[in-house]
């Protein structure tokens, strides 16, 4: 599409449209609505229904054309309302009526479908269609979270062409011929995509159902919100849709910042969790039998505060810590960074879980890009973590990037990813050679001659994090330090947990205070004055956290909305602190052994404010009421303060708000007006702008120690399924983790006369667990890969070295 305007005639009337563009497209921009089914603005054209036919006159006369395959051009007349027209339009819809079943009454679709709509709008008004219909076996389960209606099927290939061209997994397709074409899969091959309810969501019929949402509810009894999903840190834009105060379905928003419309299924059906029945609705208090019981508000933060007050009397602040505020919003982050620091008077706390970045390269990295950066890039570097296990979202950017933008991918991995089938150069690693194989990348060494080659023709684009959990930190540094200096050069530096980076700007960490600024930054008046005096010396990060608990220097931790116990990669024995407080969802690993655990209220049941990877601010809304007597973590932490006679002023989240915008300079004038009318794709909050006081410039870290020797190494991952809070309490998608297994290359597997299936046993530390083999034909010699935080499965660590041995 052409930025120049050119001027085309529709129905009689003169219209400037962007050149280039496809008619079906300029059209609707230009306020006339052309019927289709089969074209999606996000794929490919393709002309297979036919319902989008106009006339188009030329030098031979008018002719029908399809509009979503026939670009505008200069004078073009089109008619899209003639007589011929509509009586094509009539014919198509009568043939595709021809073997669909009648059965919109039953049908999930029904009240929200495009054939519907249209036969209503555009169809004959009757069928001469007599004989019997086709019919098949209806529906047939294609995978776990998808169900398929054939007889309901009018082959647009919306769904074919979105898993073959949008997410790579091309597990649905054509098949037969002539009348008995239909859509499926193939034999013992579900339909096993990370995306698949995308499918669904894209088809015009009712062919394709989501299991979770099939015979919930009509469209008209739905109460919809539009939002922003939690569940990655890219921020995708979503509706949720609730009834009878229950979420049932999130749908996707196309937001051209940000997801293009697009979900990971973990996205779109991981709001399940909201319903669980294992929600916790009161406060919890643990008695003088060891066990948690039911109490009332007033007797759980009076306690809390009682025993916090004599921790500190007796111990110090800095005997307290706090970890998480990574899962909320931002103004629920800000009262935990303004409690802690101001009414505790400690700096240990952490939104991460000893298993992300230094939280200054994050939040204030000089020459940080956004996911828009990749729709303009020549060349992308992607030395992270499996973008499709860990960050779907950018996951389908950047293989659109590689894809159909004919942008260079080089991928740096212990084994195999997602866009290994999309990437111009692939290099494999031993978990320990990464710093090696940096050198021999900026050197333009061997194998690395033409990817570094490639990394000249910019604009480039680096995406950076720990490949795994026994990656050191300090290599994504280094990776971001040379790629910062490439032409045009860019970096995104990622992590996990959904608000990570809004909790950084928010102070979480152990070396930030809000709006991104540093221990000791100037020009924080504002904050000081608004939390009566700032620290002096960074605190401790959440591995530090851990080893005081251990050793006896931390007696009390706060957990907001964390299960370190699980989700940090060498855990933490919160037996040995004197006092747990967890405010949390559930009872998890972690706030089962608190001695105090306050309801929290989860997504849609709040409204505030999140802030994704690029830095971009976005709403979430309320749609729902909070079960029991749940309440907002920012209200619980308020309420605790005044309790401790320390009271921090917070009186909504809207004046949390008023108050980040005031007080954190990063944050200066983005409100939630901002980013609801002026701003709905979001606020982008730059680094380096006059307002933000830190800049974090990384440098490449020396090689420090020889590369990994000749035994075998772990490489320890995060898979999209894993018995997290959000897998563990969905019903549907809390059955696909894969499971915990010990994958070999298929030398190692020679080498110790092991194939699939067979048990091995791996010792890390203390840690030992007999796992089944996976040969992986993608992983280096000597490497082991198991998959992290896995049901019933092993807690390794981040130390690199195990023993393997053949049970």
């Not at 606020?683 to 000749?710: F, M, T, W």
Request: proline letters at 6%; one cysteine or more.
């Amino acid at each position: 599409m052409s930025a120049e305007l050119i001027t085309v005639t529709i129905n009689g009337v003169k219209q400037k449209v962007h050149g280039g563009s496809l008619l079906i497209k300029a059209a609707e921009e230009a306020g006339t609505y052309i019927p289709r089914f089969c074209w999606h603005p996000r794929m490919t054209p393709v002309g297979m229904c036919r319902m989008c036919l106009v006339e188009v006159e030329g030098p031979r006369g008018t002719m029908l054309v399809t509009s979503c395959t026939t670009p505008v051009s200069a004078e073009m007349v089109v008619h899209t309302e003639s007589d011929t027209v509509k009586k094509a339009q009539e014919g198509i819809l009568e043939f595709l009526l021809a073997n669909h079943p009648l059965d919109c009454p039953v049908c999930d679709r029904g009240g929200e479908c495009p054939l519907q709509d249209q036969t209503m709008s555009y169809g004959p008004g009757e069928s001469r269609f007599v004989e019997e219909k086709r019919h098949y076996e209806k529906p047939i389960p294609i995978s776990d979270l998808v169900m398929l209606d054939r007889e309901r099927c009018i082959l647009c290939a919306r769904c074919t062409r979105f898993s073959d061209e949008i997410s790579g997994d091309p597990l649905i397709e054509f098949m037969d011929r002539g009348n008995g074409t239909q859509v499926n899969t193939f034999p013992d091959e579900p339909f096993a995509s990370y995306f698949s309810g995308n499918t669904v969501q894209i088809c015009p019929v009712g062919a394709l159902t989501a299991t979770p949402y099939r015979f919930r509810a009509r469209p008209w009894d739905l109460r919809v919100i539009a939002s922003t999903c939690v569940v990655c840190t890219a921020g995708d834009a979503i509706s949720v849709h609730a009834s009878q105060n229950e979420v049932l379905r999130y749908l996707g928003v196309d937001n051209d910042a940000t997801n293009h419309g697009w979900l990971s299924d973990k996205c779109r059906f991981g709001f399940e969790y909201l319903n669980s029945d294992e929600r916790l609705t009161m406060p919890l208090v643990r008695g003088k039998d060891g066990t948690l019981g039911e109490a009332s508000w007033s007797e759980a933060l009076n306690l809390a505060a009682e025993k916090l007050g004599a921790i500190i009397d007796e111990h110090g602040a800095q005997a307290v810590a706090g970890l998480g505020g990574a899962r909320g919003t931002n103004e629920d982050a800000y009262a935990f960074a303004k409690f802690m620091r101001s009414v505790i008077g400690s700096g240990h706390l952490d939104a991460q879980m000893d298993d992300g970045l230094n939280p200054q390269f994050l939040a204030a990295l000089s020459g940080r890009g956004q996911i828009g950066d990749l729709e303009r890039a020549k060349t992308i570097l992607l030395w992270a973590p499996d973008l499709k296990e860990e960050h779907p979202t950018l996951y389908l950017r950047v293989r659109r990037a590689a894809q159909e933008l004919g942008a260079k991918l080089i991928v740096v991995h212990p084994r195999r990813t997602g866009l290994d089938d999309r990437a111009a150069h692939k290099f494999t690693y031993k978990p320990g050679d990464g710093a090696a194989v940096l050198e021999a990348l900026m050197a333009g060494e061997g194998e690395f001659a033409k990817a570094r080659a490639a990394l000249n023709d910019g604009p480039v684009v680096a995406i950076v994090g720990r490949p795994g959990l026994t990656e050191s930190p300090v290599l994504a540094e280094s990776v971001a330090a040379f790629a910062r200096d490439l032409p045009g050069g860019s970096v995104l530096p990622i992590v996990r947990r959904s608000n990570t980076y809004g909790a950084l700007d928010m102070g979480v960490a152990p070396n930030l205070l809000p709006g991104r600024a540093g221990i000791g930054s100037a020009g924080l008046a504002n904050l000081e004055e608004a939390w009566g005096g700032l620290p002096t010396k960074a605190g401790y990060d959440a591995a530090a956290i851990a080893t005081g608990v251990s050793e006896g220097s931390i007696k009390a931790v706060i957990l907001l909305g964390a299960d370190p116990v699980v989700d940090m990669p060498n855990s933490i024995d919160l037996a040995a602190a004197d006092l747990v407080i967890a405010i949390d969802l559930f009872l998890t690993d972690s706030s089962t052994q608190a001695d105090i655990v306050l309801p929290a209220v989860g997504f849609a049941e709040k409204e505030g404010t999140v802030t994704n990877l690029e830095g971009r601010v976005q709403k979430v809304n309320k749609v729902v009421a909070e079960p029991g007597q749940a309440r907002e973590d920012w209200s619980i932490l308020d309420d605790l303060a005044a309790r401790m006679g320390k009271p921090m002023g917070l009186a909504s989240a809207e004046a949390i708000a008023k108050e980040i915008a005031h007080v954190a300079p990063a944050y200066d004038g983005v409100t939630w007006d901002l980013v609801t009318w002026d701003q709905p794709d979001g606020a982008v909050v730059p680094v380096g702008a006059e307002r933000a006081p830190l800049e974090y410039v990384p440098v490449v870290a020396p090689r420090n120690g020889p590369v990994s020797g000749e035994g075998f190494v772990l490489h320890s991952a995060r898979t999209m399924y894993d018995d997290g809070v959000i897998c563990r309490q969905g019903q549907s998608i809390g059955k696909l983790a894969p499971g915990a297994a010990a994958h070999l290359s298929p030398a190692d597997a020679r080498t110790l006369d092991v194939v699939n299936g067979s048990l091995l046993k791996v010792s890390a530390g203390s840690e030992e667990a007999e796992l089944p083999v996976v040969i992986d034909d993608s992983l280096a010699v000597g490497v082991v890969y198991v998959p992290f935080n896995q049901p019933g499965g092993p807690h390794f660590g981040s130390n690199p070295e195990i023993l393997v041995v053949k049970v």
